[in-house]
Nanobody
């Protein structure tokens, strides 16, 4: 199982970014996948997770209505669309999966077994 995140960068407040996570070793048709972030001095937070078998999503309260998680099973890639970004969204973002979890809520509230490398998102003027 491998995951590779990309798409981070510097964006101004109010801007948008789309993160991508390319996966190998499993199909995006059963397990839960998701995005986590860790800001300096803060605990890691599960922000957006997706159950790939039924497309049920879970979002943390801090990003609800602002972030959207989606997948393209044919491309073995899932995404995090981030809109109206704020300075407090600055963090290292990690994609993750757990083949033992099919629930998006369970994934976002536990520690997944498989992680991609982080990609830094900086929101600053």
């Amino acid at each position: 199982v491998q995951l590779q995140a990309s798409g981070g960068g510097l964006v101004q407040p109010g801007g948008s970014l789309r993160l991508s996570c390319s996966v190998s070793g499993f199909l995006l048709d059963r397990p839960a996948v998701g995005w986590f972030r860790q800001a300096p001095g803060k605990e890691r937070e599960g922000v957006s997770c997706l159950s790939t078998w039924n497309d049920i999503t879970h979002y943390s309260d801090s990003v609800k209505g602002q972030f959207t998680i989606s997948r393209d099973a044919a491309k073995s890639t899932f995404y995090l669309q981030m809109d109206n970004l704020l300075p407090e969204d600055t963090a290292v973002y990690y994609c993750a999966a757990d083949l033992g979890h099919s629930s998006s809520y369970a994934l976002c509230t536990t520690s997944p077994s498989d992680w991609g490398q982080g990609t830094l998102v900086t929101v600053s003027a």
